[in-house]
């Protein structure tokens, strides 16, 4: 199996955390709700978080703020021969606008609870919830 280093970060404004459908553009997991992800290159895990956020949804650094880094876990993909392991981070995004690139088809803004309503990749509701647990960010059902 291949190994790869990814972040997923979640955008979190107003009670809501941000969801985008994988286009089937990309590599792997088309069509799945996910939060931002991408591969770490020659950088820092937070610096790839912020890297893909500012490449998927247009948003700036200045229009975030960091709230959790959750523990980086493994997930045994044998679909695609990959073990991938995933860096999670959870923002508080103070901005106003999303502009999503090729690599989603859209996204929506749901309150955690609802996330079961969703189609995701694998473990993102476990993902998400754990960067939720001890953060400043306030869930509203």
């Known amino acids: 199996m291949n190994k790869k280093n990814i972040v997923t970060s979640f955008l979190f404004k107003d009670g809501k955390v941000l969801l985008l459908k994988r286009s089937n553009k990309v590599g792997s997991f088309r069509g799945k709700w996910a939060g931002i992800s991408g591969f770490i290159e020659d950088e820092n895990s937070l610096e790839a978080a912020l890297r893909e956020i ?30 991938w392991s995933i860096n999670p981070f959870l923002f508080s995004f103070k901005g106003t606008k999303i502009i999503i690139d090729w690599e989603h088809d859209t996204f929506e803004w749901i309150y955690p609870n609802e996330i079961d309503k969703f189609d995701t990749v694998t473990n993102l509701k476990k993902t998400l919830f754990n960067l939720i647990e001890n953060s400043d960010a306030e869930v509203n059902d």
């Open 54 to 83: 500012k490449e998927e949804t247009a948003v700036d650094s200045k229009d975030l703020q960091l709230l959790k880094i959750g523990m980086p876990f493994e997930i045994e993909d044998k679909v695609n021969d990959t073990i």
